[in-house]
């Protein structure tokens, strides 16, 4: 064989495989978990030779208005989208979305955690696969507890949160006593402040959608709230998001912190957090009202109804979020870093219990949620922390920053509540739902 | 005396140019001083002395190809900027040089168009970029800066245009130039400076758009601009590694910049009021 007739036989090859290949265009943000996915593809294209992956990273509201626009004009750029539980349930009942019902027979959905599974499903099909899952709950410094002679609870009330902050905060001058969601945003302050409002009683709306702002629970939920971070939050709270308040703790100025269980194998990690072997975990609080202030998300893949490659693209996710993955994480990065919150299996590997000590109070969390049934009283809507209908990312957000003025002190509570009332009555009657 | 005031006066302007200059340049310095930082170090407060790390570059050169961005920045902005020439030097040419009572009122109508905000016609131009295949690519992208920077290509060498005296057209006129050679020959070498800072100009606009070049890119035509975006992280720290992709991203343009300036400079004031 001549070089000549190498280089035509490799071109002929390159170009039957080029010819034959099907790219598929993934977007996502870019999370620690999905940046090491990426990482990971090798794995993928090793055994779909036929398939090409093409990555789109944007952040994280480029993404959604990205995603949104596309799959609502059905341009077809994407075939696999990266969305949480807000979209899922809008987005199939608009048959935007793909029912997820070819990928494989030991793809084990049956193994998906109940209540993230359910997040994710409509009429009892899954429209989008878990890549990972999250609750909140409380890490709290073992140290400062020991040292102001407190002991937490495995379920602590709200009442006792208070106290403790104030007591870490009298005890260490350079700390602060708890460290909360601030910054406005429907995804920021109003997921944590949903939350809680839910272990207080509070609901958005009552059965016939009458916003609730103007009920005694949401003034109980907001001036709690605001009195407590005046007493033992940081300063300039009200600019301070899951980052923000992730770097406090990890460099030691937070007593407290209730967020996102993922943050746990952050706080935990020695490389990066000063605090790393003094970190201890709770549920979120409650009030003994029977819900606690606990969410529920999990950033999954889906698949556009427009898209022209869905048998590609379902293989791609069923190797994404299946039982394989966790298994080439845990070969490749260790299991302290397989993507958590999505398989029972997972929760019952010894191997990961040991690798990650925050896995049982993550797996109580996410099992203490209940999307479907979110509040105290009665709702019209689902969702945990957020309120699944399209109208909510643009009032939670309106309803973040008038809450966010009040934690700045740039409003009172009782005014920031009643034009969160007037703004929800508007939304609500613009969006044809009450008169 | 005399003499001394002046160097007073002088020394005061030489400072407060020194001192805009410097707010001016802040933000980016500011950048570029985070990128050496730790993520840690990035997020908890001014510091203007970094640590000197560079694991940001390492991290952020190993996650995306800087160079597929970079090469769809630099097609992007000449591109747009060729085209953008082509259309607006005959359209410059025939407002400065032959107008009529409307000729203001179409520059103003050409400058209107920058006041929109783009936000009110992405949809529509979303779904004519769908149908017309041009989603994610170089030249759909393209025709759209040109198409968004073209008032104010026009408006510079309509400006600059107004300064060439017609007499001199007129005289080549004169000598049988034809329209054609009277813009290639006569206009064209006339208005260099003009035309040059122009383009420096546009290219600049170009690189930095990034409405569009977000919205209507996934893979093959994203720029640098999209590059930068990938960056943020929802769950994670990322102000360090955000800093080292736009020093990355505005590293070619600034040295493009700093090497120009006197070109730059000169067309910026070539047109202005004397």
């Not at chain 1, 009298?170 to 429907?186: E, F, H, Q, S």
């Not at chain 1, 958590?340 to 896995?359: H, I, W």
């Not at chain 2, 400072?15 to 802040?26: G, T």
């Not at chain 2, 400058?111 to 690519?137: E, H, N, Q």
Request: glycine share 8%; charged share 15%.
């Amino acid at each position: 064989m001549n070089l000549r007739t190498l280089i035509l036989g490799a071109s002929a090859s390159l170009f039957a495989f080029a010819a034959h290949a099907e790219a598929i265009t993934i977007a996502t943000v870019n999370n620690g978990d999905m940046v090491r996915m990426q990482k990971l593809t090798d794995d993928f294209t090793a055994k779909n030779p036929d398939i090409q992956l093409n990555w789109v990273t944007l952040e994280e509201n480029v993404l959604r208005e990205r995603v949104t626009t596309d799959i609502a004009t059905k341009g077809g750029q994407y075939d696999v989208m990266t969305i949480g539980t807000y979209e899922v349930p809008i987005w199939a009942k608009q048959s935007w979305l793909l029912p997820l019902d070819n990928l494989g027979a030991d793809y084990d959905a049956d193994d998906i955690i109940p209540a993230i599974r359910n997040g994710l499903s409509a009429d009892g099909k899954l429209y989008a696969a878990p890549f990972y899952g999250e609750s909140s709950f409380i890490m709290y410094r073992k140290d400062l507890f020991e040292k102001s002679g407190l002991t937490m609870p495995d379920a602590p009330t709200w009442e006792f949160i208070g106290e403790a902050a104030r007591k870490i905060k009298a005890d260490n001058p350079d700390v602060n006593g708890i460290c909360l969601r601030g910054k406005a945003g429907w995804g920021e302050n109003m997921a944590f402040l949903t939350a809680t409002a839910n272990s207080f009683g509070a609901r958005w709306f009552d059965e016939q959608w009458k916003p609730q702002f103007d009920q005694p629970e949401w003034k109980n939920t907001l001036d709690f709230y605001v009195k407590l971070m005046n007493d033992a939050g940081p300063q300039g709270a009200s600019s301070n998001g899951f980052n923000e308040n992730l770097a406090l703790f990890q460099q030691g100025k937070c007593g407290m912190w209730i967020d996102a269980t993922v943050a746990a194998s952050f706080v935990s990690d020695p490389k990066n957090s000063t605090v790393a072997d003094k970190v201890g975990y709770a549920l979120a609080p409650d009030t003994g009202l029977g819900k606690r202030g606990n969410w529920l998300w999990a950033w999954s893949l889906a698949i556009p109804a427009g898209t022209q490659k869905a048998e590609a693209a379902q293989k791609f996710v069923s190797w994404a979020t299946g039982k394989g993955y966790l298994d080439l994480v845990a070969s490749k990065e260790g299991w302290a870093n397989v993507p958590p919150g999505t398989r029972t299996s997972l929760y019952n590997n010894p191997e990961y219990q040991k690798a990650a000590p925050f896995a049982k109070m993550t797996l109580d969390s996410i099992n203490a949620a209940d999307p479907t049934k979110p509040t105290v009283k009665p709702v019209p809507y689902t969702g945990v922390q957020f309120v699944a209908i399209p109208e909510f990312q643009g009032l939670g957000t309106t309803v973040g920053q008038l809450f966010s003025a009040a934690l700045a002190g740039q409003m009172s509570v009782d005014d920031a509540l009643k034009q969160a009332q007037d703004a929800a009555s508007a939304a609500m009657q613009e969006g044809g739902y009450i008169q | 005396m005399a003499r001394a005031v002046t160097t007073q006066h002088k020394t005061i302007v030489t400072a407060a140019a020194w001192i805009v200059a410097l707010l001016i340049f802040f933000p980016i310095l500011y950048t570029i001083i985070t990128s050496f930082k730790s993520e840690q170090e990035a997020i908890q407060g001014f510091n203007l002395i970094p640590s000197g790390t560079t694991e940001s570059y390492a991290e952020v050169q190993a996650q995306s190809g800087y160079f597929h961005f970079f090469l769809n920045s630099v097609i992007l902005s000449v591109g747009s900027t060729i085209l953008a020439l082509i259309i607006a030097i005959p359209a410059a040419w025939s407002m400065a040089f032959s107008p009529t009572r409307r000729t203001k009122d179409v520059l103003m109508w050409m400058l209107s168009t920058k006041m929109m905000p783009a936000v009110a016609v992405l949809f529509p131009i979303y779904l004519i970029f769908r149908d017309t295949g041009l989603l994610d690519s170089r030249i759909g992208l393209m025709i759209m800066l040109m198409l968004i920077n073209l008032p104010i290509v026009v408006w510079m060498l309509y400006t600059y245009f107004r300064e060439i005296p017609g007499e001199i057209l007129e005289a080549a006129r004169m000598d049988g130039a034809s329209l054609w050679n009277e813009i290639i020959y006569v206009l064209t070498p006339m208005a260099v400076p003009g035309i040059a800072s122009t383009m420096l100009l546009n290219i600049i606009l170009a690189w930095n758009e990034a409405f569009w070049t977000i919205r209507l890119t996934t893979t093959e035509a994203a720029p640098l601009t999209a590059f930068i975006s990938s960056f943020s992280s929802p769950q994670g720290l990322f102000w360090a590694k955000l800093s080292a992709a736009s020093t990355l991203a505005i590293a070619p343009i600034l040295i493009m910049g700093w090497f120009s300036q006197k070109q730059l400079v000169r067309g910026l004031t070539f047109g202005a009021v004397k």
